[in-house]
């Protein structure tokens, strides 16, 4: 049975990252402001001592200070720390450090 329990887990993970992914097309198609703005308020809202992970449709190029998507740019809270290039997903950790990794 413990199979049958974590099989139940990943499908439930998986419905969960495929409903994140429709929402996030969704917001991306009825945007009211420029995307890295929009990326830029994101990674500003994480909370402090949380993890929070930011599922883009449209992969962003994040350094420590700013977003930028083609050739738009937002400033974000400065980060001491950015790990990878372009994302599709980007991980913040604790308001310092980002993980950018892209989707498979």
Do not use: C
Request: glycine content about 6%.
């Amino acid at each position: 049975m413990p199979a049958v329990d974590e099989a139940l887990v990943v499908l439930a993970e998986i419905v969960l990252l495929a409903g994140l992914v429709a929402l996030a097309n969704r917001l991306w198609l009825s945007r009211p402001e420029p995307y890295s703005q929009l990326v830029a308020k994101a990674i500003n809202a994480t909370a402090d001592l949380a993890e929070t992970v930011i599922i883009l449709p449209q992969p962003v190029h994040v350094e420590t200070g700013y977003v930028s998507f083609r050739g738009e740019r937002a400033a974000i809270a400065p980060l001491s720390r950015v790990e990878g290039r372009a994302a599709s997903y980007i991980v913040v950790y604790n308001t310092t450090t980002a993980r950018l990794a892209r989707g498979g």
